[in-house]
Every structure is written in structure tokens, then in C-alpha cells.
T-cell receptor, first 114, second 108 residues
Framework: EAQVTQNPRYLITVTGKKLTVTCSQN?????MSWYRQDPGLGLRQIYY???????DKGDVPEGYKVSRKEKRNFPLILESPSPNQTSLYFC?????????????FGSGTRLTVV | QKEVEQDPGPLSVPEGAIVSLNCTYS??????FMWYRQYSRKGPELLMY????GNKEDGRFTAQVDKSSKYISLFIRDSQPSDSATYLC????????FGKGTRLHILP
């Protein structure tokens, strides 16, 4: 089944403790992206990657890092999480970077930073 | 003025009714228009997309784009409880912009 897999689904952590949210897709998509979704603010792009070793900032990159060493994987790293990073995170991918093909989203990671 | 505006709802309608969901936008550069559906505790999934003014139909769903008015709509005919979800519009020029979503409840 074609899908984007995120782990973990739920995570509670403490301020300052480094964490990584993994994302993997099995569709051979070139383009991958991370979003956060907050009430009243909608989906906001954190980082995106057009292909292996190519990453770029989205609209809200502060406090986040990403890497793209393999085509299928695009982990999101929070080196020193803070409570304002409490959110619902989605990884998404699309073929050839074509938005009109539509994103395939993962099921989300609900992160709480206390 | 925000680039994409969407009423957050919630919108509650009885089963079988026709549902109309709408977004307005300000940037005339938008080329592609999409609707995503997001069930609770799930990621959004692409429902429909179109790149021109006019209507596009897929089963019970019709997407309508009026570029002159900068207005897009999604119509759901014969609505079902399984249509209860949040619906997000999305628009593309060189990047994709999502609306904040409208929560829809179909009452059995």
C-alpha cells in the first residue's frame, strides 16, 4: 500500500530534550515536506526537500532541523524542544514536486512539550 | 487580507442535504485549486483538484472555481455521516497554500 509512515504517533517530552520524528514513504516520491497544524492557524510548512540532499526552509522553520540522506526518509529533528512546539505534525510527499498531483500525508504525530 | 480565507465552521447539516463549502482568495496567480478531506486523527487526503474555472464532478462531489470572483466551492450531494470531517481548500502558484479548514458534521 502506498503510504507515508510517521513515528511516533504520540509523544510527550520535556523542554530541551532532543527528539526525532521519523517519516518514510514507499512511493519513490522526490518531494517531501513537514507541516505543523495548530487550531486557528491551519497547516504551516516547516521544511521541505525537493530531492536527496536538497532541503529548504518553509514558513516556520525556527527550532527545527531536517535531513534527506535517502529518498524515502525525511526525519524532523527538534534539538531543544520548547512548549510552543506542542502541535500536530504531518509529513507529506508528492511525485516530482508537483502539487497538482496532490500530497500524500502521513497520519500525524501529536507532540506535547511540557 | 489573507491569501486564502475559509470559514472554520462547524457546519452541521442533516443527512441527505446538499453541502456547500467555500474559500475565497486574494492572489490571482493561483493556478491549481484543490480540496482535501481530513478525518479526526488522520492526515489530509486529496479529494479533488482542478486548474480551470468551471465545474468538475466526481461522484457526489463537485468542485467549482470562479477565477473572476476568486472564489472556489465544494458541493457534496446526498451527504452521509461518513462525510463528517474537516475540509481544507488548497491553492498553488509556486507553493501550496492551505485554507484553515471547515469542520463539517452530517447529522444522521
Amino acid at each position: 500500500e502506498a503510504q507515508v509512515t510517521q513515528n511516533p504517533r504520540y509523544l510527550i517530552t520535556v523542554t530541551g530534550k532532543k527528539l526525532t520524528v521519523t517519516c518514510s514513504q514507499n512511493m519513490n516520491h522526490e518531494y517531501m515536506s513537514w507541516y505543523r497544524q495548530d487550531p486557528g492557524l491551519g497547516l504551516r510548512q516547516i521544511y521541505y526537500s525537493m530531492n536527496v540532499e536538497v532541503t529548504d526552509k518553509g514558513d516556520v522553520p525556527e527550532g527545527y532541523k531536517v535531513s534527506r540522506k535517502e529518498k524515502r526518509n525525511f526525519p524532523l529533528i527538534l534539538e531543544s524542544p520548547s512548549p510552543n512546539q506542542t502541535s500536530l505534525y504531518f509529513c507529506a510527499s508528492t511525485k516530482d514536486g508537483r502539487y497538482d498531483y496532490g500530497y500524500t500525508f502521513g497520519s500525524g504525530t501529536r507532540l506535547t512539550v511540557v | 487580507q489573507k491569501e486564502v480565507e475559509q470559514d472554520p465552521g462547524p457546519l452541521s447539516v442533516p443527512e441527505g442535504a446538499i453541502v456547500s463549502l467555500n474559500c475565497t482568495y486574494s492572489n490571482s496567480a493561483f493556478q491549481y485549486f484543490m480540496w482535501y478531506r481530513q478525518y479526526s486523527r488522520k492526515g489530509p487526503e486529496l479529494l479533488m483538484y482542478t486548474y480551470s474555472s468551471g465545474n468538475k464532478e466526481d461522484g457526489r462531489f463537485t468542485a467549482q472555481v470562479d477565477k473572476s470572483s476568486k472564489y472556489i466551492s465544494l458541493f457534496i450531494r446526498d451527504s452521509q455521516p461518513s462525510d463528517s470531517a474537516t475540509y481544507l481548500c488548497a491553492m498553488v502558484y509556486d507553493k501550496i497554500i492551505f485554507g484553515k479548514g471547515t469542520r463539517l458534521h452530517i447529522l444522521p
